[in-house]
């Protein structure tokens, strides 16, 4: 239980179900683009999940605008000299959908639960090296860790680690008709492919989430829907179906100067796309070959082409907004693009050239337009002599795939654009603490350097550690990092609509909307 | 995906009039042939007709409408659509091509060896040729991409191999007639060899046959492939295949109509083409089912 | 009779039995490990872990066993959750099974509304220009690709028209993948109805009919379209299963919340239990309505009712 979890962008080129249905007049229509996986938080990782997740349960923290822990559901806490013992006090009065009072017991099922031996979450990793929860008073739960964990404060604001209230044990269904939490709507249905019904909890108290509404929603019911096509996404906000969704990317320049619709774009969505490569086998165990695919690829002509202006280049492996951020100096330390001096690196390391292109996988995931971009990619690449075959799949699918390739010690090179998204610099320790997410490089160099940025408890000292490990990695072309995405969050919101915001970390909250 | 009524031609006679005369004066033979050759003959000289590489990115404004610059448009990665279709005809006849010969050799094999050896191994492999029947083409070709993953080789596979139930079932029908032949009891009872009574007495019977069935089936391959496409089951960027053409341009059905255009148009004209050269084909085959 | 639908049913077993089979052996076949599929976004799990989920899961049993646990699970309606967020496949199937069979029954209503007049006014009128026509028009109707013409119907009468939904539940938005679906098979239904009109009106009674100076139309009417049907109506069962299998594709077009959509996205999630299930649902599905087209066919075809 050392390494660490995260999350990662929603489903593939997922086509849903659109709602046309009349609805009563205080209901919130927020179309998304796919469904929920689940609606149990330890058996999924998708932000489409995450997103509603947050709707109905609440956590222990929460995250200011800027993305900090602040307190929720815990009011206060207070670690132990040696970082292993964490005491959070719990809100009083706190209610369940069901009417139970949400207290210690329920954190310690929550925690238990993700550690079940028999049917350990898929995030159980996340919540770090915790060895037991324990009921202290009913307001009062502390958690025992076997080893210093600083990153578990901004997990604890995250919805992957969901309070769920433990009269869920006694449910039939839990996860597809029901889920109990504390949050500040309530699930009333979930057809899958079509539409969660959600409700709004008239008991809800606010005690952390970025809401100005002290209390309940105004609104009555969330709605849910899944509507794949985005131009019915469109038509459907034209004609005030839906309240609210993304529109197509095509349209949103229209829309902003049209001023028919409102435009919110997520900020500090967190999420980090970037190359990394099989090391451990030729041609990219070759730190020049690795260089060569980051000065070929040109991001900022790339995302202009597919994005517009809605995505952002990124130079540090750890996306803006995230602990550690620093563009100017990842800069410093990024390849950037120079096709020229890329020729010469692959003449260089192996006599490849346009003329004598070296063949290479390269693997993107669907959705989100990627397969356009990685095609502009690929026509870059092939400017400078690399050959590279596109192979689209599923993400799940992706994972397991680019651990395989790491594990395979022969066969054609393998590049593979990555998705990650993650609240804090912890997911380097994820990706390149050995043994590494995907069984990719390591060395213990980096790993004594990861190390450090677990346990400094001093900001300046933790940021000085963050920007070791990513000047190693950038200096090394191990983990080039290419664009932010925003387009995939861009919100079209009805005029009449008020009070809609997107928390960090692609968060949307209902608490303040009216209309 | 794509199915298609299947008619199986009935038996054929050999008349003295050669058979492409026959073809060519049927007016939709001639028109299906003029469109096949026309299909082959851009396919084939694709790097030359073509006023730009079909990968190429930025050959001109992305989402151009068509034009004197680029006929049929560019899109949005600014790639010509005219290269990209002339390229595609190279994909898609190369699709149809391995599609339908992995239908008609398994078929072959299949409806020949039952037809010929009788017994259990025809009830063997006719039961289970109507079991794979009832499980239809679009379910097999699925499964197959699903365990196969999604690729163009692994589509004209799964395409290929959804026919050939239809083909085992033709070509062990019309083999049936000949087997039932009083001088083909006599040739076995004589001891002639197995490979020798099929290649020599069987296949060229159910050949006329079958040539008609593959090219009605060359239409039928094409579509489905392009739906796998279409879906995003068969072939992979940059591949200018039509049906992943088509699906990609459905993103700008309102900026930029043509994208999703011109793809369809051909796919419709090429498979159009083969339909009837089929027909055609059939008629002059057996000049009874004239007009049917 | 008996014999025939006794033939006709155990047929169906065998190719629902064979499904099961197949759909075992498929997980087999495909490279990589489910169970690594399953746990990939999870960096916690030990390879000891592993082995737990696969000994749970019953993937470490020789393949008999595995299969004849998983027929035993299907006897009990149980076809494993889903790899993405471990849900019930079976429910999730039989909820959207109606949708697709909604689709692909009201396709073929528009199929053979299309296709029936229009064969036969083709076969009445044989070798006028009005033949020529319908028969020119259904060739073109089966060489359109269903998806090409799903995008431009969207194109005209959703986006452009704004008369019809573009995509979603309710009848409204039944109409624009009913008419793709159903427009693309009337071509079909048209050739048929025409050339089994045609064997009909040359077979000698017809020609004895018309030889007694009875009207055409009486002639068509009253023993052309009577025995003409027969044909047509058992090619029904095979125009189902195109239907069945154009929805697949025609689902993913207007996101019609069906099994062939699902089948679509479990497809590139890799969702294994899913696609195992998809495929004998729909080879289920296929088996069904193609006994029960049978059971109707020997009801009403004196020949068969009598053997």
Known sequence: ?515 | MADIARTAPPETRRKARPLWLRILRNPGGAIGAALVLALVLSALSAPWLAPFDPTKMAAGRPLTAPGAAHLLGTDELGRDVLSRILFGARLTLQIGAIAVGISLVLGLVTGLSAAHFGGWPERILMRATDVLFSFTETLIALAFVAVLGPSLTNAMVAVGVAAVPFYARTAYATALGEVAKPYYEGAIAAGAGHMRLILRHLLPNVLPTMIVVATLGLSNAILAAAALGFLGLGAQPPQPEWGYMLSAGRDFMNRAPWLMLYPGLAIALTVFAFNILGDALREALDPRSEGR | MLSYLSKRLAMGLATILIATVAVTLLIHLVPGDPVQIMYAQSQGTTPEQLEEIRARLGLDQPIIVQYVQYLGRLLQGDMGVTIRGQQPVADLLMARLPNTLLLAFSAMAIAVAIGLPAGFWAAYKRGTWVDSAVMMTAIAGVSIPHFWLGLVLMFWFAVDLGWLPVAGGGPLALVLPAMTLGLSNAAIVARMTRSSMIDVMEQDFVRTANAKGLPKAVVQSRHVLRSGLIPVVTMMGLQFTYMMGGAIVVENIFAWNGIGRLAIEAIFQRDYPVIQGFILVFATTVVVVMFLLDLVYALLDPRIRRS
Request: proline content about 7%; aromatic content about 8%; hydrophobic content about 40%.
């Open chain 1, 1 to 515: 239980m050392t390494a660490k979890r995260l999350r990662q962008l929603g489903l593939g080129a997922v086509l849903g179900c659109a709602a046309a249905s009349p609805l009563a007049a205080k209901d919130i229509v927020w179309a998304r683009y796919g469904d929920i996986d689940t609606l149990d938080p330890h058996r999924a990782t998708s932000t489409l999940s995450l997103q509603v997740w947050s709707l109905i349960y609440d956590t222990l923290l929460a995250t200011d605008a800027a993305g900090a822990p602040v307190p929720n559901l815990a009011t206060s806490w207070e670690v132990s000299e040696d970082g292993l013992d964490y005491t959070f006090h719990l809100a009083d009065g706190v209610m369940c959908h069901d009417g139970t009072p949400l207290d210690a017991n329920d954190v310690k099922y929550t925690v238990d639960r993700a550690f079940d031996a028999d049917n350990p979450s898929v995030t159980q990793a996340s919540w770090g090296p915790i060895t037991s929860a324990e009921v202290v008073d009913p307001l009062t739960v502390k958690l025992t860790l076997s080893s210093p964990f600083v990153a578990m404060v901004p997990f604890l604001a995250d919805s992957f680690s969901s309070i769920l209230c433990d009269s869920n044990a006694e449910q039939e269904g839990f996860g597809t008709t029901v889920a109990i939490g504390s949050g500040p709507w309530k699930l009333d249905s979930w057809t899958k492919g079509d539409r969660i019904v959600l409700e709004k909890n008239p008991d809800y108290v606010n005690h952390g989430k970025l809401a100005e509404n002290p209390g309940a929603p105004y609104m009555d019911r969330l709605i849910v829907t899944t509507v794949p096509e985005p131009q019915t996404r469109l038509a459907g906000l034209k004609t005030g179906a839906i309240q609210i969704a993304e529109p197509p990317l095509d349209d949103v320049p229209a829309l902003q100067e049209s001023g028919e619709l409102n435009i919110v774009i997520a900020e500090n969505t967190g999420q980090n796309v970037f190359w990394e490569f099989a090391l451990h086998r030729a041609p990219f165990d070759d730190e020049r070959v690795r260089e060569a695919v980051a000065r070929a690829t040109d991001v900022d002509t790339a995302l202009m082409l597919i994005y517009g202006d809605l995505s952002i280049p990124e130079q540090c492996p750890i996306s803006r907004g995230v602990f550690g951020n620093d563009q100017d100096f990842c800069a410093g330390h990024r390849a950037q693009y120079d096709p020229e001096k890329a020729k010469a690196l692959l003449a260089e390391a192996g006599g490849w050239g346009p003329d004598n292109p070296l063949e290479v996988n390269m693997l993107v995931w669907t959705g989100g337009k990627r397969d356009r971009l990685a095609e502009v990619f690929q026509a870059q690449l092939a400017e400078v002599g690399i050959k590279a075959n596109i192979q689209m799949m599923d993400i799940g699918t992706m994972n397991a795939r680019v651990r395989q390739e790491n594990e395979t010690p022969e066969g054609i090179g393998s590049m593979d654009m990555m998705t990650w998204s993650w609240y804090d610099p912890d997911i380097l320790y994820a990706l390149w603490h050995s043994p590494g997410a995907y069984r990719g490089y390591t060395s213990p160099e980096l790993d004594a350097m990861l190390e450090k940025t677990r346990v400094l408890a001093d900001p300046a000292e933790r940021k000085g550690a963050v920007e070791d490990v990513m000047a190693y990695l950038l200096d090394k072309s191990i983990h080039v990092p290419l664009y932010t995405p925003g387009w995939e969050w861009v919100f079209a919101v009805r005029p009449e609509v008020e009070g809609f915001h997107v928390a960090p970390f692609v968060y949307p909250i209902f608490n303040d909307v009216k209309f």
